[in-house]
């Protein structure tokens, strides 16, 4: 295991899994007992968080990302991937041994989706292993998700964070179904909440309210801004002072797999500017939509795509 502790200052860095997506296009999505055929088949690096900071990056910002992979292809993979986009590596760490993680995934011909995750060496990261000078730094912490135990060295984690760092959380499935309790240490220094209307509610026990007022329960946790992604429906979002639900673009669907995640990227990317809650949301949805335009990150926009769109 190594480290690389060199002086490379990030405005944001991501902790979460480190995955190779092996995406399979398939034409339906079988139950079971039914059977279906495969396409075509990419392998992509992923990762809920890296896929946010990947398109921060290639938004302009700096950006690192906490996260282990193993000496092996997929681990390989990661790496390039990550360093072609501009992501620092000061935060990576190596493992000798076991593999990295994957997560095979199938998409159909309406770009929806069915995933499997194989964690690898993703749930063996300490805190030891954690440079406290780089975290201390980051103006944003984006939180994703886990499947084993390095959810313990992310709550650990939060001791290390100044401050002045924003800590952005998007718990997933996985870990909305661990419930409220185990996820309440992350919630209560959660700044911004970024969840999807489906998530929300399991975490809050709750089918029928109005989103608004599922909200407002967070808001009242302490968290400033929440925002609940609701697919091709847009997102609703609410802080202190204000809310607003902002319609997604129209666009021609191949894969929705990192669809929260491109929103994510568009939304803290629009934070760091200082743009006002409703834009914010706007650039997400836009960025978001560009995303699952394409396979992994091949239609991700660039910061130029961006300027070019908003007239900024």
């Not at 079971?32 to 921060?56: Q, R």
């Not at 007022?213 to 968290?223: C, M, P």
């Not at 021609?252 to 929260?260: E, I, K, L």
């Not at 978001?288 to 007239?311: C, N, Q, V």
Request: proline share 2%; with cysteine.
């Amino acid at each position: 295991m190594e480290i690389f502790d060199n002086d490379l200052n990030a405005e944001v860095i991501g902790f979460g899994a480190l995955n190779v997506d092996k995406l399979y296009s398939v034409e339906n999505i079988v139950s079971k007992d039914e059977e279906s055929f495969i396409k075509s088949e990419t392998d992509t690096p992923g990762g809920s968080a890296a896929n946010t900071i990947v398109g921060l990056s290639r938004l302009g910002c700096s950006t690192s990302i906490i996260g282990k992979i193993a000496e092996d292809e997929d681990g390989d993979l990661i790496e390039y991937h990550l360093a072609v986009n501009g992501v620092y590596s000061n935060n990576l760490i190596y493992s000798e041994t076991g593999s990295t993680g994957k997560c095979l995934g199938f998409v159909d011909e309406d770009g929806e989706r069915c995933l499997y995750i194989d964690p690898g060496v993703n749930d063996e990261i300490k805190i030891g292993e954690i440079n406290p000078l780089n975290i201390m730094r980051c103006k944003i912490m984006h939180y994703t998700s886990f499947v084993g135990d390095s959810f313990k060295t992310q709550i650990e984690l939060l001791e290390m964070l100044n401050d002045q760092c924003v800590l952005s959380f998007d718990p997933g499935m996985l870990y909305v179904q661990k419930g409220f309790d185990e996820l309440k240490p992350i919630l209560e220094r959660t700044n911004i909440l970024l969840i999807n209307e489906a998530e929300l509610r399991l975490l809050c026990n709750n089918n029928k309210s109005p989103l608004k007022e599922l909200a407002i329960g967070f808001l009242d946790l302490g968290i400033e801004t929440v925002v609940v992604k609701k697919g091709a429906e847009g997102v609703f979002a609410m802080n202190n002072s204000t809310e607003c639900e902002v319609e997604s673009f129209e666009c021609s669907v191949v894969d929705t797999t990192g669809a929260g995640d491109s929103f994510n990227s568009g939304f803290l990317y629009s934070y760091l500017k200082g743009y006002d809650l409703e834009k914010s949301c706007k650039i997400g949805n836009w960025v978001a939509s560009r995303a699952i335009e394409g396979f992994g990150m091949e239609k991700f926009p660039t910061l130029k795509d961006l300027e070019d769109f908003f007239k900024i």
